[in-house]
C-alpha cells in the first residue's frame, strides 16, 4: 500500500489482525461484530469524505458458514471495489474471497494479502464451477435471506426484482432511494412514469387521485402512473415501489435507533467512538485543531434522589436542547455516560474565509452554554429551580492535549475531574485548548 493512499479496513470479529494494523500509515481501522455490520459500515452512515478503498477482512468466527458468496456480493453492492479478505492460517473454505491473511503472517504477507492485484470475478456468481454453491445460512452472522420486508400475502413474488443493486447503495448510502428507483421503473415502464406522494396529493385538495396506489399494509405513500402500461404490470410495480420505500423507512430508524440516544436525541457512544477518531483525521489531514468539551452535571445524584428520575430525565433532556441553541450546526452533541455528554467541536471546512475566526470560539461558546445551565428554571425542581444547576468539564484540543481520540477524551476527561475538585462549576482548557481560544 503506498503511503499516501488511504484505507479504511473493516476487521469483522476477533481477526487477531488489530495490533498488526493499528498503527499502519493512512489506515482508518473499524471493527464490527457480524456480516451485517460490516455491510452497514461499509456504507459510511457517519458523513464525511470516503478513503480512497475498503478491504473487509473477515474472522473465520463471523464468516457465514453457507452464504459467503451472498456476504461478498452484498459488500459489493455497497461499493463495488472492496477488497474482501479471510483472516485464517490455513486458507480452508476461502474460495468466495479475494485472499486469505493468516494473523501471524509478516509484514510481506499482510502487504500482499491487501494490495495484491485483484483478479476475482465481476461476480461472486461468476467463479469456478467447482466452488461450493451458495446457499442460505442458519449462523446468526449471516446476512438475512432477503433484503425485502416481509410483503403482506400473496405479494412476495412481485418484489422479486432484478437490478436493485442501485436502490440497496442508495439506501445504505443515505440518498435517495425513491430518486433511484424511479429510474429503474423508467426503465421498465417508459420515461413518462411519475410519482405523486400523499403529501402532494393531500396539498391539492381539488386533484383527484388516479393510477395504482402505492401502499405497504396501511401506508400508502402516494400514487404510481405510467401512461399505456397494463394495470396488472402497474400493480405490480408500485408494489415493488411500495416494499422499498418501507424498507427505507425502517433503514433510516434503525439507524438512529443505532446511533442516537433515545431519551435525549443526543448522538449516543457508539457513534461518539465511531465519529471522534473520523473527525481527527480529517483534522490531521488539513492542519486543522478540533476541540472536545467533557463535562457532566454537578450532583445530578441528588437532584435524581430529592426530585425522582422524572426530574433527572427531564434535566438531560433540557441539557441537550440548550447545547444545540448554543453550539454551531457542525458540532456533535454526544451523550457518553449517564450525565457525561462531550461536545465535538468540529468545523470540516474551515472558517468561511481565509485568514477569518468565528464570531465565538469554543471556550466563549462553552462558557455561554454553562451560564445558560445556571440561569435555566426547570420546572421539575420546584420553586427554587433557578441558579440551582451547574456544570464542571474540561476542554481539550487535537493535536496538542491528545494525539489521538483516546488520549484526547482522557486528558477532557481529566480536566474535568479536576474541575469538580476545584469547587464545581467550573471549565478548565488544556493547553492546547488555551492556545486556540486566546486564553493562555
Not at 470560539?361 to 445556571?374: L, M, P
Request: net charge negative; with cysteine.
Amino acid at each position: 500500500m503506498a503511503d499516501s493512499e488511504q484505507l479504511r479496513i473493516i476487521l469483522v470479529g476477533p481477526t487477531g489482525l488489530d495490533d498488526r494494523l493499528r498503527f499502519r500509515p493512512g489506515v482508518e481501522l473499524v471493527h464490527v461484530a457480524n456480516a451485517i455490520d460490516a455491510v452497514g459500515e461499509l456504507a459510511d452512515p457517519l458523513d464525511g469524505d470516503s478513503p480512497a478503498r475498503s478491504v473487509v477482512i473477515v474472522a473465520p468466527s463471523r464468516c457465514p458458514k453457507q452464504g459467503a458468496d451472498d456476504f461478498v456480493r452484498a459488500l459489493r453492492e455497497v461499493e463495488p471495489d472492496v477488497r474482501v479478505v479471510l483472516a485464517s492460517s490455513n486458507g480452508k473454505d476461502a474460495s468466495a474471497f479475494d485472499a486469505t491473511i493468516d494473523p501471524a503472517a509478516d509484514e510481506d504477507d499482510i502487504r500482499s494479502a491487501l494490495d495484491e492485484p485483484d483478479t476475482r470475478p465481476a461476480d461472486p456468481s461468476e467463479r469456478s464451477s467447482d466452488a461450493p454453491t451458495p446457499t442460505r445460512s442458519s449462523d446468526p452472522g449471516a446476512l438475512p435471506e432477503s433484503i425485502e420486508p416481509s410483503p403482506p400475502e400473496n405479494q412476495s413474488d412481485n418484489l422479486a426484482d432484478a437490478g436493485d443493486a442501485s436502490l440497496v447503495s442508495a439506501m445504505l448510502h443515505g440518498h435517495d432511494v425513491l430518486a433511484s428507483a424511479l429510474e429503474a421503473l423508467a426503465e421498465r415502464l417508459g420515461p413518462a412514469v411519475t410519482f405523486t406522494s400523499q403529501a402532494e396529493s393531500d396539498a391539492d385538495s381539488d386533484a383527484t387521485p388516479i393510477a395504482v396506489e402505492v401502499r405497504w399494509h396501511d401506508r400508502v405513500f402516494g400514487y404510481l402512473d405510467a401512461p399505456g402500461v397494463e394495470p396488472q404490470t402497474l400493480a405490480r410495480e408500485a408494489m415493488w415501489l411500495a416494499g422499498w420505500l418501507r424498507l427505507n423507512e425502517q433503514q433510516k430508524q434503525l439507524r438512529e435507533a443505532a446511533l442516537t440516544d433515545p431519551l435525549t436525541g443526543a448522538w449516543n457512544r457508539r457513534y461518539f467512538d465511531r465519529f471522534l477518531p473520523v473527525a481527527i483525521e480529517r483534522a490531521r489531514k488539513s492542519r486543522a485543531s478540533l476541540t472536545v468539551l467533557v463535562f457532566d452535571i454537578d450532583d445530578f445524584k441528588r437532584f435524581n434522589t430529592e426530585f425522582g428520575h422524572a426530574a433527572g430525565d427531564d434535566i438531560l433532556i433540557e441539557t441537550v436542547k440548550l447545547l444545540r441553541s448554543t453550539i454551531r450546526p457542525t458540532d456533535r452533541v454526544c451523550r457518553i455516560g449517564g450525565d457525561e455528554f462531550c461536545v465535538i467541536f468540529h468545523e470540516p471546512t474551515g472558517p468561511r474565509e481565509a485568514g477569518s475566526k468565528p464570531p465565538e470560539n469554543v471556550y466563549q461558546i462553552s462558557k455561554r452554554f454553562q451560564e445558560a445551565i445556571c440561569a435555566r428554571r426547570f420546572p421539575k425542581l420546584g420553586l427554587d429551580a433557578p441558579g440551582t444547576l451547574s456544570i464542571s468539564g474540561g476542554l481539550a484540543t487535537y493535536p496538542w492535549d491528545g494525539r489521538d481520540a483516546r488520549e484526547l477524551l482522557e486528558h477532557a476527561d481529566q480536566l474535568s475531574l479536576q474541575s469538580k475538585q476545584h469547587g464545581k462549576n467550573a471549565i478548565l482548557l488544556g493547553p492546547g485548548a488555551a492556545r486556540v481560544c486566546g486564553t493562555e
